[in-house]
């Protein structure tokens, strides 16, 4: 690794895709991840790729599925309403077993909404977004750093699946500088995969990239498939991170931007001699149901913290399944919850439950 | 004896699932046709469109993709900006590029994608059991406009290639019919003009052919076809609407 330069999350984010490969760039512009495509436009041509305004998010998704029909490393971002628009090009990117990478700055919702950061779209996020039957590989870094070194690796689990990753990030991660350091080497060019369209060249047989299936078992099949691609990942790819989390009696969970605010809340809390401790999913699909199923039996209240008015809790009720009493602190709209007002709220359910 | 005609070498030995009399047929043919003889099937990639020829990748003998519906020209894109020397074409129905797919098709054209655009145009959706498509004659019954199109409510039909033509990335746009050999052998050289400007790396270009829907349309094959002539046809004049050379030619 070189030195760490300061790197606001939306280039670093870019910069790191470029690492990894990526040569291709689809977009549209929507606040609050503007510097994403503007950074694309000016690096990609020095690596000898391209960049692609759309004229939509629709036609920007459509562009990714062509392009990683190719077996091309391709990448797409956009803020909540454009990721709705991008919803129909997921659907058949995963339909069709495609790779590809798309960032998600979440911004509050729903319609237009606002610019501020959220985590509304969760539920988009881990359940798909789009028709049919599919899931996304959805990370949630809480750093740049972490976004960076998630991004790194993005494209090697998207193509050992072959389904989209998704970052989830929020308008506090593309927006704000951090110091971040970049691998010196870029990933080395890789052979295109045996299921790429680039031309029956050399006498072999026809390649299609598609994703109709008009036969009910035919669809069945691929769908176990799809199904059984994301077991896998289920086993070898969920990723959490746990703070203080040995003696909690009251555990936290949260995700991204959310979970640095608790960090703090839950130095209040030690300060104040209540055992709090952190659960971190770092993969939010597929989820660490297991690890958080684990954690929740030694502690005696768990308080789900997020940016909406409540989906992550829906994974975190799934995970306890009733070992303990789920509790829930949510701001929306584009307002950060404060650490004083999670620990404030914190101490209150300790009051009832813990002690 | 000499062989004087064989069934294109990128058009596969199988039935079709098309209508007998629908002109899909023949189009396949003389797209198939052109890339035999232009020698590029090895690094031809088409883009299959929503609508009846969802199933081109079928019987078209060339690496294919299939899109949603509307967006196959954002699809070539993507082909395109990643595979340099490939030759990339959409095949695309009315319903598909001139309604759900306006937007891509317009600014594929804007951006001069170096593509091959072959637009069958059978005032009609077929796949779905003959709704009204932007393209239906004013008067013309269709399960969503029983009583005929009515220009009042539903507007005239929109003519795609005058519209393209306007566009100055827009470098070859044509259109042409398949009711009579003498149009079918015009078709066959705007096709193959068509792909020649992608080969020559010269941008954008289109190849609109009015085709006929017997089933949708409710009549035989020949009645289809001598409807073209009547009706289309005076509405959708045929001819060069964009040259590379710049002229334009009618009729």
Same mark, same amino acid.
């Given at each position: ?355 | ?151 009042? #409510? *539903? !507007? ?5 290639? &005058?519209? /393209?033509? %306007?566009? $100055? ?6 259109? +042409? ?21 992608? #080969? *020559? !790396? ?5 190849? &609109?052919? /009015?085709? %006929?829907? $017997? ?6 094959? +020949? ?23 710049? !002229?334009?030619?009618?009729?």
């Amino acid at each position: 690794m070189a030195g760490r330069k300061l790197f606001k999350g939306n280039e670093a984010v870019a910069e790191a895709a470029v690492r990894a490969g990526c040569r291709y760039f689809f977009g549209y512009p929507i606040t609050p991840q503007n510097e994403i495509p503007e950074y694309m436009s000016r690096r990609l041509p020095e690596v000898g790729g391209a960049f692609v305004q759309a004229e939509s998010e629709v036609a920007a998704i459509n562009m990714v599925y062509g392009a990683a029909g190719t077996g091309a490393r391709v990448m797409t971002s956009s803020s909540s309403p454009g990721i709705s628009l991008k919803q129909e090009g997921i659907s058949y990117i995963a339909g069709a077993d495609l790779p590809c990478l798309i960032v998600n700055m979440v911004r509050g919702g729903p319609g237009l909404g606002g610019i501020a950061p959220a985590q509304s779209d969760y539920f988009q996020a881990t359940r798909g977004g789009g028709h049919g039957d599919y899931h996304l590989i959805v990370y949630a870094p809480a750093s740049v750093q972490e976004m960076v070194d998630l991004t790194l690796g993005a494209y090697d689990v998207a193509e050992r699946y072959r389904m989209p990753v998704m970052i989830l990030g929020d308008g506090v991660l593309g927006q704000m500088m951090e110091p971040v350091s970049f691998p010196d080497q870029m990933a080395p060019d890789r052979p295109a995969p045996e299921w790429a369209t680039r031309g029956a060249r050399d006498g072999r047989t026809p390649r299609l990239i598609n994703s109709i299936y008009l036969k009910p078992e035919e669809l069945y099949k691929h769908n176990l498939d799809m199904a059984e691609r994301f077991e896998k990942a289920s086993a070898n790819e969920v990723r959490y991170e746990e703070v203080l989390a040995d003696d909690a009696e009251l555990l936290l969970v949260a995700y991204g931007t959310t979970s640095r605010v608790c960090r703090a809340a839950i130095e209040k809390l030690r300060e104040r001699g209540i055992k709090a401790g952190l659960f971190r999913p770092i993969t939010v699909s597929p989820f660490p149901y297991d690890a958080l199923s684990k954690r929740a039996k030694s502690a005696k209240a768990v308080l789900t913290v997020e940016m909406s008015m409540g989906q992550l809790v829906d994974d975190v009720k799934i995970a306890v399944a009733g070992a303990a009493p789920v509790h829930f602190f949510g701001t929306t709209g584009g307002v950060i919850p404060k650490a004083s007002d999670i620990a404030e709220y914190a101490a209150g359910i300790v009051g009832e439950e813990v002690r | 004896m000499k062989q004087v005609y064989s069934v294109p070498k990128s058009l596969r030995p199988v039935s079709t699932h098309y209508c007998p009399g629908c002109t899909h047929g023949i189009i396949h043919k003389l797209v198939a046709e052109t890339i035999d003889e232009l020698g590029v099937r090895d690094r031809a990639i088409g883009v299959a469109s929503v609508g009846c020829s969802v199933f081109s990748y079928d019987y078209f003998d060339c690496d294919f993709q299939q899109a949603a519906h509307g967006r196959a020209p954002a699809v070539a894109t993507g082909i395109r900006r990643t595979v340099p020397d490939a030759v990339v074409f959409t095949y695309q129905g009315d319903g598909d590029l001139a309604s759900i797919g306006t937007a891509e098709i317009v600014h594929a054209a804007m951006r001069s994608e170096n593509i091959t655009v072959v637009f069958v145009n059978n005032a009609i959706y077929g796949m779905t059991g003959g709704q009204m498509a932007p393209t239906t004659m004013v008067g013309q019954r269709t399960t969503t406009s029983p009583e005929g199109r009515i220009k009042g #409510l *539903a !507007g005239e039909p929109i003519r795609v290639s &005058e519209m /393209l033509a %306007t566009i $100055p990335g827009a470098t070859y746009v044509a259109r +042409v019919s398949t009711t009579s050999p003498a149009h079918i052998a015009k078709a066959k050289r705007a096709i193959k003009k068509a792909f020649e400007v992608q #080969l *020559a !790396g010269g941008g954008f270009s289109l190849v &609109e052919c /009015l085709s %006929t829907c $017997p089933t949708n349309w409710g009549m035989s094959p +020949v009645e289809a076809m001598e409807w073209v002539d009547k009706n289309m046809i005076p509405y959708y004049p045929l001819g060069e609407f964009r040259t590379p050379e710049g !002229g334009q030619t009618n009729g």
